[in-house]
């Protein structure tokens, strides 16, 4: 498909859903993907976020493209001391990380930019927090002085528009209710109906790079 296919569908879902394409940010997932199809793929075509699902991959490439990176994967708390290195990380899915994550913006002299991810599918294997489980979450991270809370993130089942769907529009129901700008969800396969469900950052992989 390409990238220029890829913005071309986001604003056609925005005009469906009367928004503008400018509410949503592509945020391009480079998981093995090597510098030279980044850059061929992806930077040719201007500047976006890049999206990487492990540190170690990511701190790799740092060193060869200078781009705005995001952590879109699960963080372990061990490598919470890489946080700073990123823009923004998606993946805040427990008390415990954001503990750690605290003590790392704190040693560092920065407040980390975060989502939290919500488990809305109730999947055992996802990561992510329940819906009942965030309000308590959102208290404490309120609490952290070095986290800035920015949204929320989620990732569906894999299904049909009936089950995907529905999952979109609770994470902005819910990043309503708590007063978050962003709304990370929608990938290669549901990123259309993500936006028209009001995302505000959409993390897209495969349909970039196959042609």
Same mark, same amino acid.
């Given at each position: 498909?390409?990238?220029?296919?890829?913005?071309?569908?986001?604003?056609?879902?925005?005009?469906?859903?009367?928004?503008?394409?400018?509410?949503?940010?592509?945020?391009?997932?480079?998981?093995?993907?090597?510098?030279?199809?980044?850059?061929?793929?992806?930077?040719?075509?201007?500047?976006?976020?890049?999206?990487?699902?492990?540190?170690?991959?990511?701190?790799?490439?740092?060193?060869?493209?200078?781009?705005?990176?995001?952590?879109?994967?699960?963080?372990?708390?061990?490598?919470?001391?890489?946080?700073?290195?990123?823009? *923004?990380?998606?993946? &805040?899915?427990? /008390? #415990?990380?954001?503990?750690? $994550? +605290?003590?790392? @913006?704190?040693?560092?002299?920065?407040?980390?930019?975060?989502?939290?991810?919500?488990?809305?599918?109730?999947?055992?294997?996802?990561?992510?927090?329940?819906?009942?489980? *965030?309000?308590?979450? &959102?208290?404490? /991270? #309120?609490?952290?002085?070095? $986290? +800035?809370?920015? @949204?929320?993130?989620?990732?569906?089942?894999?299904?049909?528009?009936?089950?995907?769907?529905?999952?979109?529009?609770?994470?902005?129901?819910?990043?309503?209710?708590?007063? *978050?700008?962003?709304?990370?969800?929608?990938?290669?396969?549901?990123?259309?109906?993500?936006?028209?469900?009001?995302?505000?950052?959409?993390?897209?992989?495969?349909?970039?790079?196959?042609?």
């Amino acid at each position: 498909m390409g990238l220029p296919q890829v913005l071309e569908r986001i604003a056609r879902a925005c005009r469906c859903a009367g928004r503008r394409p400018e509410e949503v940010r592509l945020v391009a997932v480079t998981k093995g993907r090597s510098v030279e199809e980044i850059r061929e793929k992806v930077l040719a075509y201007g500047t976006f976020p890049l999206g990487e699902s492990r540190v170690q991959e990511a701190l790799k490439k740092m060193d060869l493209l200078q781009a705005e990176w995001h952590l879109v994967g699960h963080l372990q708390r061990n490598k919470a001391k890489f946080a700073p290195r990123f823009a *923004l990380v998606h993946s &805040l899915d427990s /008390l #415990r990380l954001a503990e750690a $994550l +605290e003590k790392v @913006g704190e040693k560092a002299g920065v407040r980390l930019k975060v989502l939290v991810e919500v488990n809305l599918g109730r999947e055992p294997q996802k990561h992510g927090v329940l819906e009942e489980e *965030l309000p308590e979450l &959102l208290h404490r /991270l #309120r609490e952290m002085p070095h $986290l +800035e809370v920015l @949204g929320l993130m989620t990732v569906p089942p894999i299904g049909p528009e009936a089950v995907v769907r529905p999952i979109f529009r609770r994470l902005s129901e819910l990043a309503d209710r708590y007063g *978050l700008p962003e709304r990370s969800m929608g990938m290669s396969d549901d990123y259309e109906w993500a936006v028209e469900e009001g995302a505000t950052l959409v993390r897209v992989g495969r349909a970039l790079f196959v042609d």
